[in-house]
T-cell receptor, first 112, second 111 residues
Framework: NAGVTQTPKFQVLKTGQSMTLQCAQDMNHEYMSWYRQDPGMGLRLIHYSVGAGITDQGEVPNGYNVSRSTTEDFPLRLLSAAPSQTSVYFC???????????FGPGTRLTVL | TQLLEQSPQFLSIQEGENLTVYCNSSSVFSSLQWYRQEPGEGPVLLVTVVTGGEVKKLKRLTFQFGDARKDSSLHITAAQTGDTGLYLCAGYSGGYQKVTFGTGTKLQVIP
């Protein structure tokens, strides 16, 4: 099993550009989520999904869109990147919301 | 907004020393988890505590959940260089609808 994979590992964008951060898991987990990690602020939940076709907002959803068309994939879209979105982004998955979450290796995003 | 404050923020100790990391909040949590994160990787779950006053041991690591379920501590005995990393606590509330991560404690164990 590859676990949770994320691509790309690093990305630099200019303000206003759009991009999609990819996340995939091969553990047949229903619950998937996206977090951003900023210095001194821990991880903050952006969006989550309890199964294919079902998504909901987390703590900091503005500027991000998600969709879940399959159990395996949960992409995060930045529609118009802003410098405030410079961060490290982590995708996580688990069988249910309360089970052990497995995190991907992260994507380091810089918006100039 | 719920906050989970961790202290200390940074800790640099010699191999063999003991240490304690604290995770405090004014809010009550249904459960609390501790993670360790190494540079360039995602957090890895160490333990989940659910009952107020609960103590769990994982080899040299001892985790305690406060009686009122508002705080937790992580104690490491005889630290090793392999313990180096960022330690994060995370609290679940609202019937597990909401998760709040702590601010993190960066631990460096020097040989």
């Amino acid at each position: 099993n590859a676990g949770v994979t994320q691509t790309p590992k690093f990305q630099v964008l200019k303000t206003g550009q759009s991009m999609t951060l990819q996340c995939a898991q091969d553990m047949n987990h229903e619950y998937m989520s996206w977090y951003r990690q900023d210095p001194g602020m821990g991880l903050r939940l952006i969006h989550y999904s309890v199964g294919a076709g079902i998504t909901d907002q987390g703590e900091v959803p503005n500027g991000y869109n998600v969709s879940r068309s399959t159990t395996e994939d949960f992409p995060l879209r930045l529609l118009s990147a802003a410098p405030s979105q410079t961060s490290v982004y982590f995708c996580a998955s688990s069988y249910t919301r309360t089970d052990t979450q497995y995190f991907g290796p992260g994507t380091r995003l810089t918006v100039l | 907004t719920q906050l989970l404050e961790q202290s200390p923020q940074f800790l640099s100790i010699q191999e063999g020393e003991n240490l304690t990391v604290y995770c405090n909040s004014s809010s009550v949590f249904s459960s609390l988890q501790w993670y360790r994160q190494e540079p360039g990787e995602g957090p890895v779950l160490l333990v989940t505590v659910v009952t107020g006053g609960e103590v769990k041991k994982l080899k040299r690591l001892t985790f305690q959940f406060g009686d009122a379920r508002k705080d937790s501590s992580l104690h490491i005995t005889a630290a090793q260089t392999g313990d180096t990393g960022l330690y994060l606590c995370a609290g679940y509330s609202g019937g597990y609808q909401k998760v709040t991560f702590g601010t993190g404690t960066k631990l460096q164990v020097i040989p």
